[in-house]
C-alpha cells in the first residue's frame, strides 16, 4: 500500500538534505575564503644588504592588471601582507634607482605563512635633460611620445607610492605651524601664528586623500583666502594629469630635474596651479614644490614646499619639512589690506606601525 509521508517525516527529510548540502559545500567554501599571510625580505642583489623602507607589491598572478596590495619594508628589509587570500601571486619590488624586481608565482595556502626572500639590483638612471620653453603639453595618456619625460616621471612617481604604502602602514603625528603676516593699508603689519596638528591613521589615510584631491578638482585651491597645498601624492598622480600636463622635456638645475606643469585650460570658477616639481637628479626625490595660483588664468599668489630626507621607523624617508607662501588682495578686500605672507614648519613624530 502506498502512503504519503507524514508533515513531521518530510520536516526531516529536507532538513537532511539541507544538512547534506551545507556539508557538502562546506570544503569548498573554505578554499575559496580561507585565508594566508605572506611575508619575506628584500635585499640588494649585489650583497645582501637589506633593502629599507621599499615598495613591495602583491600581486594576484591570474588577474594581470588587477590592483595589488603594498607594504613597505622596515629596517631590516622585512614585510608581510596579512589576511590574504589562499591563491597564486607575485611580489614585485619597486625602489628608486633599483631594477623592478618579480617574483615567480607563489602560493598562498590557508592558515599558512608564505616566506619569500627577493633581491633587486642597482639601476642607475641616466637622463639627459632638455630646456624646452612653450610648445605641447602633454596630459598622462600622452606622456609616451616624450620617454625620458616619462621615465622621470614614473620614477619619482616610486617615491611617492612608498610614502603612500607607509602611510597605510603607520600612525604618526604631523604638526605644521605657520607664521602668517598680514600687511594692512593703514595698520602696518600684524603678526599671528597658527598651528595645526594631524594624528595620520592608516584607516583614514585613503579617504582623506581622496576627499582632497575631490575637493581640488570641483572647487580649487582657494578656499576665502586661504591657500590649500597640493602635496607629491596630488600631483604626481596620473588623475592630476588630466586637468594639467607637463612642459616637454625637463630642465637640469643645481642638482635637481625640474618638471613644470600647468592646468590645461582655464578654471571658470575658483582658483588652479600651476608650477614646477623638483626632483634629485640621482636619487629621483621630491626636493622641492613651486607654485603659483592662477584665477581667471592670472596669477595672485604663490607657495612652495621643500623636502628632506628624515628618520623614520630607522630608515630615512622624505617628506615635507618647510615652506611659505605669499598671497595679494584684490577687490574691495585690497582697500584694506595689501596681501599677506606666511612660513611654514612641519614636525613629525610618534611613528608606530600598526599593519
Not at 635585499?43 to 588577474?63: I, W, Y
Request: charged share 25%; hydrophobic share 40%.
Amino acid at each position: 500500500m502506498h502512503t504519503l509521508p507524514c508533515p513531521a517525516f518530510r520536516r526531516a527529510v529536507r532538513a537532511a538534505v539541507a544538512l547534506l548540502v551545507l556539508l557538502g559545500a562546506a570544503p569548498a567554501a573554505a578554499a575559496q575564503t580561507g585565508l594566508g599571510s605572506a611575508e619575506g625580505v628584500a635585499r640588494t642583489a649585489a650583497d645582501g644588504e637589506p633593502l629599507a623602507l621599499l615598495l613591495v607589491h602583491l600581486l594576484p598572478a591570474a588577474t594581470p592588471g588587477a590592483a595589488p596590495r603594498d607594504a613597505v619594508t622596515d629596517a631590516q628589509g622585512r614585510f608581510r601582507f596579512d589576511s590574504v587570500p589562499a591563491g597564486e601571486y607575485r611580489l614585485q619590488v619597486e625602489q628608486i634607482g633599483y631594477e623592478r624586481t618579480q617574483s615567480p608565482v607563489l602560493r598562498v595556502r590557508a592558515g599558512e605563512t608564505l616566506f619569500h626572500e627577493i633581491r633587486s639590483a642597482a639601476r642607475p638612471v641616466l637622463l639627459e635633460a632638455i630646456t624646452v620653453v612653450g610648445g605641447q603639453c602633454l596630459t598622462a595618456d600622452r606622456l609616451a611620445e616624450d620617454p625620458e619625460l616619462a621615465v622621470l616621471w614614473n620614477e619619482a612617481r616610486k617615491g611617492v607610492q612608498t610614502r603612500r604604502a607607509f602611510d597605510l602602514q603607520y600612525r604618526y603625528a604631523r604638526v605644521m605651524r605657520q607664521d602668517v603676516a598680514t600687511r594692512w593699508r593703514i595698520r602696518g603689519t600684524t603678526r599671528r601664528v597658527e598651528q595645526d596638528t594631524l594624528v595620520s591613521e592608516p584607516d583614514s589615510v585613503t579617504l582623506r586623500e581622496q576627499r582632497r584631491h575631490a575637493l581640488h578638482r570641483q572647487a580649487g585651491y582657494l578656499e576665502g583666502e586661504r591657500l590649500h597645498l597640493p602635496y607629491e601624492t596630488e600631483l604626481l598622480d596620473d588623475a592630476f594629469l588630466r586637468d594639467h600636463c607637463l612642459e616637454p622635456s625637463f630642465e637640469e638645475a643645481e642638482g635637481t630635474y625640474v618638471l613644470r606643469f600647468r592646468p590645461v585650460r582655464p578654471r571658470r570658477d575658483g582658483a588652479d596651479v600651476r608650477g614646477a616639481i623638483h626632483v634629485d637628479a640621482e636619487g629621483f626625490g621630491i626636493r622641492r614644490l613651486e607654485f603659483e595660483y592662477l584665477r581667471g588664468g592670472r596669477p595672485f599668489a604663490t607657495s612652495y614646499l621643500e623636502y628632506e630626507n628624515l628618520n623614520v621607523a630607522g630608515s630615512t624617508l622624505r617628506l615635507p619639512v618647510r615652506g611659505g607662501a605669499a598671497i595679494r588682495t584684490s577687490g574691495v578686500g585690497r582697500m584694506a589690506a595689501l596681501g599677506a605672507t606666511a612660513t611654514l614648519a612641519y614636525q613629525y613624530g610618534g611613528f608606530e606601525r600598526v599593519r
